[in-house]
């Protein structure tokens, strides 16, 4: 977990809210980051998220720190999400939304859209347990 740096911990949408004002959206495109509930780390292998699996998402760069502030919302009002991560690649990034449950969350078309820019067949799956670690 060395590797690993938390930035904020939030309570409070206001919280939130500052996090989304202190990273700008060159940061969230360049950078690789991990939205996680406290005392969840952002590791596939670990205890509390080795049932579950992941949604990926290929987002265009240009709107991808948009669409990550949407599903981290999404993930505070909501259930079952334990990780929220972006990553750059050459020309676009993955985001991947992490559930705890693979079983009852394993359909790609069971993940909600948040923003109308992301084609429904660009959503894929896979449980963690079928993952290279």
């Not at 409070?12 to 991990?34: N, S």
């Not at 240009?62 to 050459?90: N, Q, W």
């Not at 009852?104 to 660009?122: H, Q, S, T, Y």
Request: charged share 25%.
């Amino acid at each position: 977990m060395d590797t690993f740096r938390v930035v904020a911990k939030l309570q409070t949408f206001r919280d939130l809210a500052h996090v989304f004002g202190a990273i700008t959206p060159t940061d969230w495109i360049r950078g690789k980051f991990f939205f996680t509930p406290e005392g969840i780390p952002p590791l596939m292998e670990n205890a509390r998220n080795i049932r579950g699996g992941s949604y990926s998402l290929r987002i265009d760069r240009a709107f991808a720190h948009e669409v990550m502030l949407k599903y981290m919302i999404a993930a505070v009002v909501g259930d079952g999400v334990s990780c929220i991560r972006i990553t750059p690649r050459r020309d676009f990034n993955i985001l991947q939304i992490w559930n705890r449950d693979c079983g009852k969350f394993c359909d790609p078309a069971g993940l909600r859209i948040v923003d109308g820019r992301i084609p429904a067949d660009e959503v894929k799956y896979m449980p963690h347990v079928e993952k290279k670690i």
